[in-house]
T-cell receptor, first 111, second 113 residues
Framework: DAKTTQPPSMDCAEGRAANLPCNHSTISGNEYVYWYRQIHSQGPQYIIHGLKNNETNEMASLIITEDRKSSTLILPHATLRDTAVYYCIVRALISGYALNFGKGTSLLVTP | DAEITQSPRHKITETGRQVTLACHQTWNHNNMFWYRQDLGHGLRLIHYSYGVQDTNKGEVSDGYSVSRSNTEDLPLTLESAASSQTSVYFC????????????FGPGTRLTVL
């Protein structure tokens, strides 16, 4: 699976958009980009995933660059409950179904 | 609603005892996983299963075992608990498919004294 690089921490004001970047410059053509988050003391929660097109769901938007070497998770209107560690995971189908969590980005949403 | 549950949520045991952590999912997912999470290491895969009677070792499987006798359950057994196994344990499940996602349980906090 491709290696990912995320900033260790970010801040965001409540009500503003939170843009979390992820670099995955060695991504292969069959690898998906997944985003999960983990709120303190809870199990990780799936947010969104994509292959090459931008994706949007009720939680967030995922923007993948045309060369697929980086992506951005966008939380359009961050709330205090969005404070969590956000993990960007790139996973190849041939490597099976297990997820390789890295360090992630600790997002702090402030009032 | 379908869900994934873990029990117990908290457990304190002594070194050398056998401990079993339960994981139950009602999604009818084929794939189930056990992870442990420790400070400084993030989430690490212990064991996983792609279906009934199938089990596989993950990155940190020593001292742990699993068995899959039905679709809904994947119990994790610590044969002889050690202090190094003090951790938070998460179970997850996913459906088969090209872009499946994993759904995690609430976790079990295990302390081995």
């Amino acid at each position: 699976d491709a290696k990912t690089t995320q900033p260790p921490s970010m801040d965001c004001a409540e009500g503003r958009a939170a843009n979390l970047p992820c670099n995955h410059s060695t991504i292969s053509g069959n690898e998906y980009v997944y985003w999960y988050r983990q709120i303190h003391s809870q199990g990780p929660q799936y947010i969104i995933h994509g292959l090459k097109n931008n994706e949007t769901n009720e939680m967030a938007s995922l923007i993948i660059t045309e060369d697929r070497k980086s992506s951005t998770l966008i939380l359009p209107h961050a709330t205090l409950r969005d404070t969590a560690v956000y993990y960007c995971i790139v996973r190849a189908l041939i490597s099976g179904y297990a997820l390789n969590f890295g360090k992630g980005t600790s997002l702090l949403v402030t009032p | 609603d379908a869900e994934i549950t873990q029990s117990p949520r908290h457990k304190i045991t002594e070194t050398g005892r056998q401990v079993t952590l339960a994981c139950h999912q009602t999604w009818n997912h084929n794939n189930m996983f056990w992870y442990r999470q420790d400070l400084g290491h993030g989430l690490r895969l212990i064991h996983y299963s792609y279906g009934v009677q199938d089990t596989n070792k993950g990155e940190v499987s020593d001292g742990y075992s699993v068995s899959r006798s039905n679709t809904e359950d994947l119990p994790l057994t610590l044969e002889s608990a050690a202090s190094s196994q003090t951790s938070v344990y998460f179970c997850a499940s996913s459906d088969s498919g090209l872009a499946n996602t994993q759904y995690f349980g609430p976790g079990t906090r295990l302390t081995v004294l």
